[in-house]
């Protein structure tokens, strides 16, 4: 009787354990869903930001021969400039990310639910090491060279009709200007499909955690 009843306490005691850690983990799961719809309402502005960008970049070409032949092309240049001397950082919810890391709380999650976590959780880095790396880079080149050629008296108030554009004639300049900004569009026009698909991840996640933890 005695082996019984301590067995019985075992027992409770194992189920009692295995709750509080099921508990947990669905916890960890709503926290990164609220993560995730965070995430999913900045992807939309950062996707937004960079299609506008790709948009005004589409007409390097066009610009270049104009600025080459002398034609009036103070528009082109304008959107130029405006689009390519900042970009729209991408910023995600860290918060439950972190705390499964350090908390050991993949650990209570089920195999498929941390895979897809994780897998989520690799997509973004790996985005924004290349935004702090290979972006960044080009970004950097783009304000270095703007400032070499912009007329400061003509863009402090963001006036681009009057006087002269370029403070600088040099062709070996300009030339360096518009190769660096194609490739800035490029990688502009790149991270629109990126940024896409982290979000369409996202989503997924999104919905599959819903359907199977009927969280909304």
């Known amino acids: 009787m005695l082996f019984l009843a301590v067995f019985c306490g075992f027992l409770a005691e194992y189920q009692l354990e295995h709750k509080i850690e099921r508990d947990r983990a669905k916890q960890y799961i709503i926290s990164f869903f609220d993560d995730l719809k965070y995430d999913t309402s900045h992807l939309t502005q950062v996707i937004n930001s960079y ?15 104009s600025v080459l032949a002398k034609l009036p092309c103070k528009n082109c240049l304008y959107n130029l400039y405006n689009k390519s001397v900042s970009f729209f950082e991408l910023r995600t919810s860290e918060r439950t990310m972190q705390q499964l890391k350090n908390a050991g709380g993949l650990r ?11 897998g989520y959780d690799n997509l973004i880095r790996s985005y924004k090491l290349d935004e702090t790396t290979t972006f960044q880079e080009t970004q ?5 060279l703007s400032s070499e050629l912009f007329n400061y008296a003509v863009i402090k108030d963001g006036n ?3 006087g002269d554009l370029f403070i600088t004639t040099d062709k070996i300049i300009i030339n360096k200007y518009f190769n660096t900004l194609n490739r800035y569009a490029k990688y502009s026009a790149n991270y629109v499909i990126k940024l896409e698909r982290i979000k369409s991840e996202a989503i997924n996640i999104m919905n599959y955690f819903n ?3 009927s969280i909304e």
């Open 108 to 118: 209570l999650l089920k195999s498929i639910d941390a895979d897809s976590i994780l």
């Open 140 to 144: 950097t080149a783009i304000r270095s």
């Open 211 to 213: 359907r199977k933890y």
């Open 160 to 162: 681009f009709t009057d």
């Open 51 to 65: 299609k506008l960008k790709a948009e005004n970049l589409n007409n390097i070409s066009v610009c270049y021969d």
